[in-house]
Structures are given as structure tokens and as C-alpha cells.
């Protein structure tokens, strides 16, 4: 256990900052460390190096139990936090600091940290209304939260209701994307803070993080949800969610002079308040120029080939920190999935390991044969870039299973562009297309044919789509009980489909909604046709239903086949025409748009 210290280590009695480390308590092994749960007031000075084994249990757990004392780890590692606590409310090293607390220069190594039914969960603390100076992380934090509870999740800290100033997180930062329905809870993650801030406090500034972020509603960069301040910091990593992704921060306040770096992002979303740049803006010499507001003299130092470093502390502490390649890179495949390096399929069975690395960017070298997949692929929250290439020859029969396609689910982030989908035969429950049963992200220049089957939401191409689909076509047969299209089963709110067609033999629904394009539209359609034949029980030629309670969706410039379809009326706003209008020449004139 630990005792008091006769005499510091620091020159006369003082850290660097001059804080009086006379009387405080040494913390030389794990044992010390753990036996700060008996004296929750007390001063602890870290004296070295410390290597942990074992599980830890987290500081400040107990019913209103905070740490209100100060632990200063005078630049010091703590390598190897491992803690697993389900049922913990708030999970870290720290459970909880108070307003009185600070912790400072202490660096936090090789961390996994994994919660469940925990609302706060960093690898330092999962809330702190204190002071955090010149700390970071480095390793993974996970929370399985699954319940219909709000949870936030950081590299570095849960909450933060207090200050933290000059520190970072090299974190791998994960709330698993379960790929259900959401249930009204908010499970957020951010890279270095899950939510920053109250009405009344909390600020960060001059910090960083880098490392991949992944949420089940939402995800960050840098701090999910921001509602105080945060000032002169950036961020960078790959970032994916089922709801929505942002490289810097979801919901803002203020942020001045913050940055993100657009270049690890398959697909970048505008900031209002952080800016996006690209990764040589924002490494090396250049980041100088191009930060603006960051004090180079004294907070901030640029090293050749990397990202900004922080003057307070070691840079070979921070260097070493940072992962050589992204953390979850592959090695069985050419390159390390980022931007920059993208993996390259060259052979058939490497499509399989898409799954292993959800957030990288793929280029595909080759057709793939899918003919002994068992299962969809993904969530998927990284980019593919097809180059023209097949996905060919999938069979599912999986009536029970929601979301089935080539992918099941594309988020937010997700990227797909250049593959054709070819001699798919796919069952379903929900939500089943060819390309993509459920799909948030981005989907251009794609092509799938096949049979589609599913009891609700079915559509060759996709089954529910609230992302974008731009310059697609679909060909082959969907049968559904309800929500059916050729196109697309369900166009939902945001989603947007934009010049696309499909040319379908057949399109069936058992009951309402049926159309040649799309089963239902909420969302916006754009300089679209259908050349699709429909059963009599079909609703319209081209969407079945526009209308969903108070929103309407719409069709601009689009147009049905009037005689394939057998439908001479649709439910919305497209033109139908008859076959020869909308074959040979004759389209540039009588389809205009």
C-alpha cells in the first residue's frame, strides 16, 4: 500500500507546475493506484513508470462517491488498464471526479476499457467536473450498452462537465452498431469526450484525438455531443453510426478554430462551426498555415509527416501513442484501408474480409463470386470503390432476417460507387433489396439485378433507403406483401434518388403500397423512370405512396412506362407515357429533364 512520501522526487518539494508534492501520497505500483479508493480527499503523486496486470477495478465507483483530491503523474505511463465492468454506472480509471479534482500529466497506455448499462465511459473517467491538464490515452474503449438507456462514450472521458486542456486520445473508440431500431435511446461516441459540457460548464481546449469512432446513433471525431465550449483542437480518424457521423462534432455550440481531417472519412459531412480540411492541410509543416488560431510558439509544434503535436508534452510520448497504420488495418490485404492507402481485392474470397474492417476504404482489382455467402455483408461505414466490377451469383433464403442485400446495412458514412450486382436471388422478412436491404449512406453509378422477395419493404435495387442513391439502375423481379417497388421498397424522409431507373419484368405487392418505382416515397425523387410490369393490385405506376402522416414526398421530372406498368394513374406527382415516348429519340423530347 502506499505511504507518505518523506521527501519528493520533484525538485524542492514542487512538481513542474509548483504544486506542493511535500505531503502527497506516491503511487509506485498498481496496488497504489488501486488503494486510492480507500482516501477519495487525498494528493497522489505518480513516481513511475507503472505496469498493470489483472483487471482494474474503477476509482469513485460507490453510490455519490467522486474523487475530489489530485493525482499527478509528473509525465509518467500507466500501461496496461484493463477494465471490464457491466452494470457500473460510470466507467474509466476514474468513475467520477469532482469539481475539486485534477488530475494532470498522466498518460494512459494500451488501455480496453468495456462497459455495459454505463451512461458515461472514458478511458480516464466516465464524468469529470474537474480539472484534466496535460493527460491522454491510448488503446480501446468499448460500452455494449444495449438498452434503451442514453449513453456517451470517449476516448478520454464519458462527460465532461469541467476543463481539459493540452491532452489527447489515440483511442479506438466503439459503441457497437447493432443495426435495430434505436427505441428513442442516444448511444454517442466521441473521440476524445462522449458530450461536452451542461448549461452552466465545461470547456476543452487545445486538445486532439485520432483514432476511429463508432456509435450506434451517433458518432464523432472529437466530441459527440458539444454543448458548451471547445477551442483550438482537431480531430482525425475514421467515423461511423447508424444515425449520423460527423468528423469534428454532432450537435454544436461554440467552436472556434477547430479542425477535422475530411481525407479519413469516406463520406465527409459539412461543419458549421469546424472546418474540414484535407490530410496534407493538416500534417507536416503545412498544418501551421492552415490551423488558424493555433499558437505555434508556445502550444503547438508540426512534425514532418504527422499530425500536430502539443509543446506541453514528450513528443515521443505523443508519436509513440499514435498507431503506424489505422488500428483495425488488415494485413491480408494490400494497403491499410485510409484514404490514402485504400485495401485492394485482387482475388474473389477477400471480399470476405469487409466485414473485419467495417470502416476502411476498398477498391475492388476483380469480379466476386458471392455464390457461397451465407450472409449479407456489413453494417458498412467505409468506402467501395467497384471500377466497374461484379458481385455476382448471391442466394439468401433467410425469410425471418431484417435488412438482407449484398450489404445489409450501409451507414451514414458508407460509400459505395462502380459495382454491379448480378444473378442475386434474395428472401427476406424487412427491408431486402440486392444491392442494400437498409441503406443511410451514399450510392452512385451501381447497377443490381435479381429476384427479391421479401414480406415488407422490397425493391431490386434497395429495400429502405434514407441516404442518397444517384445514377443507379435495377433490372429483375421484387414480390412483397407490402411497400414493394422496383426500385426501391421505401424512400424515406431525406433519402434522395436521382437519376435512376429500373426495367423490371415483374413487381408484385399482396397489399398496399405497390408502385413501379417505389413502394412509398416520403423522401425526394429526381429525374427518374420505371419501365416495370405491375399486377392489378399495384397502387401506382410509379411510387404506391407519397404521403407518411404530415410529410409528402416528391417526384420531379419522373416518368413511368404506362403500358409495361398497365397503370395509367400514379399516386404522386410522375408523368406516364407510353412505351414508344420513352425508347429510341424520342425520350429527349418527351422526357426532357
Not at 42 to 70: C, M, R, S, W
Not at 309 to 322: K, M, P
Not at 382 to 407: A, I, K, N, W, Y
Request: proline letters at 3%.
Amino acid at each position: 500500500g502506499a505511504t507518505l512520501l518523506g521527501l519528493s522526487t520533484a525538485a524542492g518539494g514542487r512538481d513542474s507546475d509548483g504544486h506542493d508534492t511535500q505531503e502527497a501520497i506516491p503511487i509506485e505500483t498498481g496496488e497504489d493506484l488501486q488503494d486510492i479508493e480507500n482516501d477519495l480527499d487525498a494528493d497522489y503523486v505518480v513516481q513511475n513508470d507503472i505496469e498493470l496486470t489483472g483487471t482494474f477495478t474503477p476509482l469513485a465507483t460507490g453510490e455519490n462517491e467522486k474523487f475530489t483530491g489530485t493525482l499527478d503523474g509528473q509525465g509518467h505511463e500507466i500501461t496496461g488498464l484493463v477494465v471490464d465492468k457491466p452494470g457500473t454506472f460510470r466507467v474509466g480509471l476514474f468513475s467520477n471526479l469532482s469539481e475539486e479534482a485534477t488530475v494532470e500529466d498522466l498518460h494512459l497506455r494500451d488501455v480496453d476499457v468495456t462497459a455495459s448499462t454505463s451512461n458515461g465511459t472514458g478511458a480516464l473517467a466516465g464524468r469529470s467536473r474537474g480539472t484534466v491538464l496535460r493527460c491522454s490515452a491510448a488503446g480501446e474503449v468499448t460500452n455494449e450498452e444495449t438498452d434503451e438507456r442514453d449513453v456517451r462514450t470517449g476516448g478520454l472521458l464519458g462527460f465532461n462537465n469541467g476543463q481539459v486542456i493540452e491532452s489527447f486520445a489515440a483511442v479506438r473508440v466503439k459503441i457497437p452498431m447493432e443495426g435495430g431500431e434505436l427505441g428513442g435511446s442516444s448511444r454517442e461516441a466521441g473521440g476524445l469526450v462522449g458530450e461536452n459540457g451542461d448549461v452552466t460548464s465545461g470547456s476543452i481546449e487545445d486538445c486532439y484525438s485520432i483514432g476511429d469512432v463508432t456509435g450506434d446513433s451517433r458518432a464523432a471525431g472529437f466530441v459527440a455531443v458539444n454543448n458548451q465550449s471547445v477551442h483550438r483542437c482537431f480531430s482525425a480518424g475514421i467515423v461511423g453510426a447508424q444515425e449520423s457521423s460527423s468528423g469534428f462534432t454532432h450537435i454544436e455550440e461554440v467552436e472556434t478554430n477547430c479542425y477535422w481531417d475530411a481525407g479519413q472519412i469516406a463520406n465527409s459531412f459539412d461543419e458549421e462551426n469546424a472546418t474540414g480540411l484535407d490530410t496534407d492541410e493538416v500534417t507536416g509543416t503545412d498544418a501551421a498555415d492552415n490551423l488558424l488560431g493555433f499558437d505555434f510558439e508556445e502550444t503547438w509544434a508540426t512534425v514532418d509527416g504527422e499530425y500536430p503535436v502539443l509543446q506541453s508534452i514528450d513528443e515521443e510520448t505523443q508519436l509513440d501513442a499514435r498507431p503506424d497504420q489505422r488500428r483495425d488495418a488488415l494485413d491480408l490485404l494490400d494497403g491499410d484501408g485510409s484514404a490514402s492507402d485504400p485495401y485492394h481485392i485482387v482475388e474473389s474470397n477477400q471480399f470476405n474480409l469487409i466485414d473485419l474492417d467495417p470502416f476502411g476504404f476498398y477498391v475492388l482489382e476483380t469480379d466476386v463470386d458471392l455464390s457461397t455467402a451465407s450472409s449479407p455483408f456489413g453494417p458498412f461505414v467505409g468506402s467501395l470503390d467497384g471500377r466497374g466490377h461484379e458481385l455476382t451469383g448471391m442466394t439468401l433464403d433467410s425469410p425471418g432476417q431484417d435488412r438482407v442485400g449484398v450489404f445489409g446495412a450501409l451507414y451514414t458514412t458508407a460509400y459505395v460507387e462502380g459495382v454491379r450486382v448480378t444473378d442475386v436471388e434474395i428472401t427476406g422478412d424487412t427491408d431486402v433489396g440486392a444491392l442494400v436491404g437498409w441503406n443511410r449512406g451514399t450510392v452512385q453509378r451501381c447497377s443490381a439485378e435479381g429476384d427479391i422477395t421479401a414480406a415488407e419493404t422490397a425493391g431490386i435495387f434497395a429495400g429502405y433507403s434514407v441516404g442518397t442513391i444517384e445514377r443507379c439502375r435495377a433490372t429483375g423481379e421484387a414480390s412483397g406483401e407490402s411497400e414493394t417497388g422496383g426500385f426501391v421498397g421505401y424512400n424515406v424522409g431525406d433519402g434522395v434518388v436521382k437519376k435512376c431507373y429500373v426495367t423490371a419484368n415483374s413487381v408484385t405487392g399482396e397489399s398496399s403500397p405497390t408502385g413501379g418505382f417505389a413502394g412509398s416515397n416520403t423522401g425526394k425523387t429526381k429525374r427518374c423512370f420505371a419501365a416495370t410490369a405491375l399486377d392489378d393490385s399495384a397502387d401506382g405506376g410509379f411510387v404506391g405512396n407519397d404521403t407518411g402522416g404530415i410529410v409528402e414526398g416528391t417526384e420531379e421530372d419522373c416518368y413511368w412506362d404506362i403500358e409495361k406498368s398497365g397503370k395509367d394513374e400514379d399516386v404522386g406527382d410522375a408523368d406516364g407515357l407510353p412505351t414508344e415516348d420513352m425508347q429510341g429519340d424520342d425520350p429527349q423530347f418527351t422526357m426532357p429533364e
